[in-house]
């Protein structure tokens, strides 16, 4: 696993990585739980056979504190972790339902509009206007969302420390 940080890893949202080991499921868990216990005071989780999901321990809570969700699967003789970081994954689906939701309204209202305007009525004179209020309504959720990774930077970098440390000694060649 490539360790250095590039553009692409400032970009991505939910950045992704996967790695092979010759443990198997069972040792890498055990192996998991070890270093989240050594580090108990900076990290909490939970970890099973199948599944690791792994926090930063804050005084505060806010609505993008990223996490580190690990899945473990058993291919051929390998055993593979793929790794996301990012937010919790209802948060994440929430504003992705909030991006969809004020993009169809969009092109709703845009589209009545451009209706009106084609066949020469005024039902709707309101339209145009609504549909500027959705691309508003989408500017807004996006700056949440880049307010939430501004405040989860810190978070970020200690998972991604996490990531490394937790998970390199164990890596092989695919």
């Known amino acids: 696993m490539k360790t250095e940080e590039t553009t692409i890893d400032r970009i991505r949202t939910r950045p992704r990585f996967k790695m092979f ?22 990290f909490s989780g939970n970890i099973n056979q199948e599944v690791a999901t792994i926090c930063v321990e804050t005084e505060y809570d806010h609505y993008w504190k990223p ?11 390998k055993t593979v972790i793929r790794g996301i970081f990012g937010p919790s994954h209802s948060v994440w689906t929430f504003f992705m339902f909030l991006y969809f939701f004020f993009s169809v309204l969009w092109m709703t209202f845009f589209s009545m509009y451009y209706v009106e305007k084609q ?3 005024h039902e709707y004179p309101w339209a ?5 209020v959705m ?4 500017g807004l959720t996006y700056a949440a969302a880049k307010f939430g990774q501004y405040k989860g930077r810190e978070e970020m970098k200690k998972l991604r420390r996490f990531a490394e440390e937790s998970t390199l000694p164990f890596e092989t060649n695919a």
């Open 119 to 121: 066949i020469n009525s």
């Open 67 to 77: 996490n580190l969700a690990l899945r473990i699967e058993q291919e051929d003789d």
């Open 128 to 132: 145009l206007s609504a549909s500027f």
């Open 135 to 138: 691309l508003f309504c989408i």
């Open 21 to 42: 080991t010759d443990l198997d499921k069972e040792e890498y868990s055990e192996n998991l739980k070890k270093y989240l216990g050594e580090h108990k005071d900076e």
